[in-house]
């Protein structure tokens, strides 16, 4: 990554609680994966290590993608959109990115009877999470 991460932070604006959310989109296909938040923290390491980072509003701390199911992202591109108040990571997904075993958090859609699911598990959840 050649980014200046200083330069990355100064150009993001972080909401009141600190957090900017942050989508992640497969860098080779366009598929949007995921959302999640991120904080200054999470921003820095990402941008140094290359590995994706968020932070964690349930656990209250930083969330290393893939730590505990193995199913990293490793960071392509990062971009900022106008406002500079969402980050885009372009992304290589290692499995799935949902932790319902989905390959996109994405995975429903509306009908007429409601929401259905589009998509089917890849790995299921008691398998990513032993």
């Avoid at 994966?33 to 991120?38: F, I, V």
Wanted: glycine residues 8%.
């Amino acid at each position: 990554m050649s980014i200046d991460p200083q330069m990355a932070l100064d150009a993001i604006t972080f909401n009141e609680d600190g957090l900017v959310p942050a989508i992640a989109q497969q860098h080779d296909s366009g598929e949007v994966l995921m959302m999640a938040w991120m904080d200054r923290a999470a921003v820095l390491e990402t941008l140094q290590s290359g590995r994706v980072c968020y932070y964690s509003r349930s656990r209250r701390g930083l969330w290393r993608k893939g730590e505990q199911s193995g199913q990293i992202q490793t960071l392509r591109h990062f971009r900022i959109d106008c406002d500079g108040d969402t980050v885009l990571l372009l992304v290589d997904q290692a499995g799935v990115a949902c932790h319902t075993g989905h390959r996109s958090c994405f995975y429903r859609e509306e009908a007429a009877s409601g929401f259905h699911e589009i998509a089917s598990v890849l790995i299921p959840p008691e398998d990513l999470y032993r």
